[in-house]
């Protein structure tokens, strides 16, 4: 198994609700990570978790909030967000955090639109 | 501050066509570079992955390239496929943190039969 699999694929959300995205793999992956990618841009790293504890936060707003419960399970909650925040949000993995041959592996991602 | 860009932004060839894709970056001290995949709407495929004490790699039709010194990398693709149209991202690892890449803006590449 080499996926990484995150839910929903599309989600719709007012700027009041609260909503969660997943991101799930099996690989015995030990880092995990969630980007951003808006509409014909590169990716941007948001978070990244290493022994599921938080170990790069890139100055993003306090209205995302990641989790991670365990070593296969990534979450990232979203609330109150603006309607700039619309984008395709990607969660990755790799063996490890650091390392010069370690490769990233990527979700399909969850395509967020904010009203 | 590292900076990644890749050239051209758009290409469109026929079928059966060798091309080269090509990324720059501004800072040599790097961990390492990879290429990525990317369809429209869909996640990325890591395609090729360079160490910084590497020349280059090779998957199948693919072959990437790297020079550290000049700051450059190319992605080479022989007898291009209608299935090889998508978007072509270059990211390099300056930092040592796995998942810390800087990416380029893409090239959007078109195969047409």
């Known amino acids: 198994d080499t996926e990484v699999t995150q839910t929903p694929k599309h989600l719709v959300m007012g700027m009041t609700n609260k909503k969660s995205l997943k991101c799930e793999q099996h690989?015995?992956?030990?880092?995990m990570y969630w980007y951003k990618q808006k509409a014909k841009k590169p990716p941007e790293l948001m978070f990244v978790?290493?022994?599921?504890?938080?170990?790069i936060n890139e100055s993003v707003p306090s209205r995302f909030s990641p989790e991670c419960p365990n070593s296969s399970l990534l979450n990232l909650h979203l609330h109150a967000l603006q309607p700039e925040d619309s984008a395709l949000y990607l969660c990755?993995?790799?063996?490890?955090?650091?390392?010069?041959?370690?490769?990233?592996?990527f979700g399909s991602g969850t395509q967020l639109s904010v009203l | 501050k590292q900076e990644v860009t890749q050239i051209p932004a758009a290409l469109s060839v026929p079928e059966g066509e060798n091309l080269v894709l090509n990324c720059s970056f501004t800072?040599?001290?790097?961990?390492?570079l990879q290429w990525f995949r990317q369809d429209p709407g869909k996640g990325l495929t890591s395609l090729l992955l360079?160490?910084?004490?590497?020349r280059e790699q090779t998957s199948g039709r693919l072959n990437a390239s790297l020079d550290k010194s000049s700051g450059r990398s190319t992605l080479y693709i022989a007898a291009s496929q209608p299935g090889d149209s998508a978007t072509y991202l270059c990211?390099?690892?300056?930092?040592?943190?796995?998942?810390?890449?800087?990416f380029g803006q893409g090239t959007t590449l078109q195969v047409k039969p």
């Open positions: 990755a993995s790799s063996r490890l955090r650091q390392g010069h041959d370690e490769k990233l592996f």
């Open positions: 978790y290493s022994y599921e504890k938080l170990s």
């Open positions: 990211a390099v690892n300056s930092s040592g943190n796995t998942g810390k890449l800087i």
């Open positions: 800072d040599s001290a790097i961990y390492n």
């Open positions: 690989m015995g992956h030990r880092a």
């Open positions: 360079i160490q910084s004490s590497q």
